[in-house]
């Protein structure tokens, strides 16, 4: 069974940091694609960054880009989102994502508040 399980959330003021972290199980971790989503209150889904199974491409959408990074352990099962410089637009449910067999997969989902 595959499971997704994100933590790191929190309340952080305008302009701090937090890494999200997605342990991952029931599945080969290490030759998926992984993605982050986050949905905001009121929102839709937003699709926030990608990697590829090894790592070694990345993608973002532009409204996180310079401030985000995504990155992978695959010897560890984890997904990692490092946030700098927040803003209270980041404000969101953030879950990752995975596509396996067909199949898509998301977490929970961990809140990520940014406010004074």
């Known amino acids: 069974e595959v499971q997704l399980v994100e933590s790191g959330g929190g309340l952080v003021q305008p302009g701090g940091s937090l890494r999200l972290s997605c342990a991952a199980s029931?599945?080969?971790?290490?030759?998926?694609?992984m993605s982050w989503v986050r949905q905001a209150p009121g929102k839709g889904p937003e699709w926030v960054s990608a990697?590829?199974?090894?790592?070694?491409?990345?993608y973002y959408a532009d409204s996180v880009k310079g401030r985000f990074t995504i990155s992978r352990d695959n010897a560890k099962n984890t997904l990692y989102l490092q946030m700098n410089s927040l803003k209270p637009e980041d404000t969101a449910v953030y879950c990752c994502?995975?596509?396996?067999?067909?199949?898509?997969?998301w977490g929970q989902g961990t809140q990520v508040t940014v406010s004074s």
């Open positions: 994502y995975v596509r396996v067999l067909g199949t898509d997969y």
């Open positions: 029931g599945f080969t971790f290490g030759s998926y694609d």
């Open positions: 990697i590829n199974s090894g790592g070694g491409s990345t």
